[in-house]
Structure formats: C-alpha cells, structure tokens
Nanobody
C-alpha cells in the first residue's frame, strides 16, 4: 500500500515562513511527477507547485517568487518552502504524486496539512 505523508503545516504570522514535507511510503517501482495543491474554505482545490522526475518546476502565479518546490529522490520526498506568507495562503495543503505500482501509474493524494497565516 502506498501513502503520501505530509508534515510541516501550522500557524504563522504574515511575512513568515514554513516548510512542508511529503514522503511517499510503501512499496512501489518509481514516482513520476509530484505536486502540492491547496484548498481554502469555500474554494476549489488549486495547483500550487509541480515538479517532474527531471526536476522541472512550475508554480501558480499567486506563489511565484515566494514558494520553492524541491525533491529528494533518495528519500522519495518533496518539500515546499514557503516564504513571505500572506493571509490568502491560508488553506489545507495536499501532496499529490503519480506513482508506478503494479504495472501502472496511479494518482495518489495525501490527507492534507493545515497552513494558517495570521495577519
């Protein structure tokens, strides 16, 4: 069974920083792309940052220049360094990955970690 385990959320003041982690645990062959999404109350889930197996990255306009996604292939982990946080960054952050299991790639989601930015 494959799981994505997130950590690092919490409460921070505007202008502060947080670092989220997401580890893929279980038995699998490989991981393709990984990403962070977020969902604020009353809003749809949106893509925040994405990283490919070749470490190409892309970001939403809202976080470009403030957030950085990175990947540790040995630890099967991605990180999201969030700087200069704003109140509008408050949301539940979800990890997503495309993982090769049982001869097919499947989409996996973590349970989410809450990030709250106080103004």
């Amino acid at each position: 069974q494959v799981q994505l385990v997130e950590s690092g959320g919490g409460l921070v003041q505007a202008g502060g920083s947080l670092r989220l982690s997401c580890e893929a645990v279980g038995t699998f062959m490989s991981i393709n792309h990984m990403a962070w999404y977020r969902q604020a109350p009353g809003k749809q889930r949106e893509l925040v940052a994405h990283i490919t197996s070749g470490e190409d990255t892309r970001y939403s306009d809202a976080v470009t220049g403030r957030f950085t996604i990175s990947r540790d292939f040995v630890k099967n982990t991605i990180y999201l360094q969030m700087n200069n946080l704003k109140s509008e960054d408050t949301a539940v952050y979800y990890c997503n990955a495309e993982i090769y299991v049982d001869l097919t790639y499947d989409d996996y989601w973590g349970r989410g970690t809450q990030v709250t930015v106080s103004s």
